[in-house]
């Protein structure tokens, strides 16, 4: 018999699909062979793996109830802020970015405030079509300013401005389907005339559904055989 001490609080990150996670698990000491040892750890981390993949922030539809209830007001804050320079003059960017406070995000991308209904409708039947999880992208393209700084100081590197289809994670919030995300385009991807409406009804009637990864499959099957 081996003692194996698991008393510590151990911290796991998990990063997926841009979002991390952090748990903390704490636990308590116990005696164990040193077979039965080993495999106890495996079942934890993996029972730690299945759970932070079912905690995800992301929906895997869109339009379902959001975990994030301020999601939409972030997006507003960062993508459609009051006072948008209407010019590309660098100066007027770099005082507006500190003015926003937003010197630790290196990449930013900014459309016109007045634009702000025809981007709420890209997470509607008419404005966007499903693309995948919770994103939908517009039937529509947009022109926007993305904005390239150096982080922490906001010392401008470069100004673009782009016409693209949006991609924006959509998200139910106070019974309406709202952009809570704006994700970037670098490929310059367009809708595809066989997806789905964005908010299609199937979608908004349903929950979250539970979808067979290969984590998941991992976890049963080491479970299963182990016992």
């Known amino acids: 018999m081996y003692g194996l001490d698991l008393c510590r ?26 077979g039965m040892a080993a495999y106890t750890v495996f079942l934890s981390i993996a029972a730690c793996l299945l759970f932070a993949q079912s905690t995800s922030v992301r929906n895997d539809a869109p339009c379902q109830p959001s975990k994030r209830n301020n999601g939409y007001t ?19 960017w770099e005082k507006f970015i500190k003015s926003l406070g937003g010197c630790d995000r290196p990449t930013q991308s900014f459309l016109h405030p007045d634009e702000l209904e025809k981007v709420q409708s890209v997470c509607t039947s008419r404005g966007g079509k499903m693309l995948k999880e919770n994103l939908c992208i517009s039937k529509q393209p947009f022109t926007f300013v993305t904005v390239r700084s150096t982080q922490g100081t906001c010392g401008i590197r470069s100004i673009n401005k782009e016409t693209k289809h949006l991609i924006l994670g959509c998200e139910v919030l106070e019974n309406q389907c709202v952009p809570v995300h704006f994700e970037g385009n670098p490929t310059d991807l367009k809708p595809s005339n066989n997806a789905r409406d964005c908010q299609d009804p199937q979608t908004r009637s349903h929950a979250s559904t539970f979808k067979m990864t290969p984590l998941w499959l991992f976890g049963f099957v080491f479970i299963f055989y182990g016992f």
């Open 74 to 92: 972030t997006f507003i804050r960062r993508h459609l802020p009051p006072g948008t320079p209407t010019s590309l003059d660098q100066n007027q």
């Open 9 to 34: 609080l151990e911290s796991y990150v998990f990063k997926e699909n841009n979002f991390v996670h952090e748990l903390t698990i704490q636990f308590k000491p116990i005696i164990l062979s040193s």
